[in-house]
């Protein structure tokens, strides 16, 4: 029998690679589709189990052609800085949906949506209210649509951890705020394997989860687990919100500002999964703790 394919929309991601590598293993056929798709090697994808398409999902046609003959979609499309001629709306909104009503109309059987915790159509963050409308939006186009909220992402080649590395070097740590913020930060392959497990479990369709990872732990908590895994020591400087947001309006000029106004709003606001709504458990999986897998990101930070 002839495997299924899978069409990956973000595949070259940070997140994207690994859902591919989970897929692949299971036996899809995956079809990685990004703007640019031959940008990263795969060493764990062999050429005769999957295909690359480049695909603007701002392009209706070019995302129907992507799912041509799927039985099955992801979407693991990200933007985390707008820009005048990008806009949140054009890849989180209107790509979102154009994916999920290409997907119905092409009658493609499973949609997992990649979105992130904590979506509020009144959030202060561009970000976060696109992220809302777009779940809303895909919705609306693909009822079964199974939507996965990850917190923050960490795991080999991040950019969470590696910039905490960057920050524990300075002569004195800055914190967001007094460093409370809470974070459930979710290893990247638990992740993956989510949207694996997802798209075979018939009583994941068109249900939301939350997947917080297996330690929920501070900002302050975070960092000063880096420095201990480091080896280094160094004073903890609390920095109140709004210098952050003066910072972030100084470097808004510039063409990839380190730090937006909706990274700051992030960081204020806690980032853990909703006891009420599914999470890991409820696709039978263990979520890992971050202090476990944190040794092993660092060595890719220095390898
Ligand atoms: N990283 C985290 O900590 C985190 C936390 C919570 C939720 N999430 C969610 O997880 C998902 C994946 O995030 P990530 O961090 O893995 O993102 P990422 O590393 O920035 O990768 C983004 C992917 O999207 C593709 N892409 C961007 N614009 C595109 C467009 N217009 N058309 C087609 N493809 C496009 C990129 O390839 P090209 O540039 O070649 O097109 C790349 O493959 C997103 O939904 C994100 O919001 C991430």
Redesign the pocket.
């Known amino acids: 029998m002839k495997s299924p394919v899978v069409t990956v929309?973000?595949?070259?991601?940070?997140?994207?690679r690994e859902i591919c590598q989970a897929l692949v293993e299971e036996g899809w056929i995956v079809r990685l589709?990004?703007?640019?798709?031959n940008?990263v090697l795969l060493s764990g994808i062999p050429r005769d189990r999957s295909e690359r398409v480049a695909?603007?999902?701002?392009r209706r046609p070019e995302v129907a052609r992507a799912l041509e003959g799927a039985a099955a979609a992801v979407n693991?499309?990200?933007?985390?800085v707008q820009s005048r001629k990008l806009r949140f709306e054009d890849?989180h909104v209107r790509?979102a949906a154009a994916i999920a009503e290409c997907a119905r109309e092409q009658g493609v059987d499973r949609l997992v949506h990649?979105?992130?915790i904590g979506v509020d159509p009144q959030s202060p963050s561009a970000y976060v209210r696109a992220r809302a409308q777009g779940e809303q939006a895909v919705r609306e186009a693909f009822a079964g649509a199974t939507v996965l909220r990850?917190?923050?992402?960490f795991g080999p080649g991040d950019?969470?951890v590696s910039n905490l590395v960057k920050i524990a070097r300075l002569p004195a740590v800055p914190l967001f705020g007094r460093g409370q913020t809470r974070l459930q930060p979710a290893f990247v392959e638990d992740v993956a394997e989510a949207v694996n497990v997802a798209l075979h479990r018939p009583d994941s369709t068109g249900r939301v989860y939350e997947l917080g990872g297996g330690q929920v732990l501070t900002y302050r908590e975070a960092v000063t687990a880096v420095m201990k895994e480091l080896g280094v020591r160094r004073p903890l400087m609390p920095v109140p919100f709004v210098f952050w947001k003066l910072i972030a309006a100084l470097l808004r000029p510039l063409p990839n500002p380190p730090l937006t106004r909706d990274q700051v709003v992030l960081m204020a606001t806690d980032n853990i999964a909703g006891s009420e709504i599914p999470g890991f458990a409820d696709l039978e999986l263990e979520a890992r703790r971050f202090d476990q897998a944190l040794t092993m990101c660092l060595k890719s930070v220095f390898s």
């Open positions: 929309f973000g595949a070259t991601g940070f997140l994207g589709a990004a703007r640019q798709p940008r695909v603007d999902i701002r693991a499309v990200s933007l985390y890849v790509g990649i979105s992130g990850p917190s923050v992402l950019a969470f």
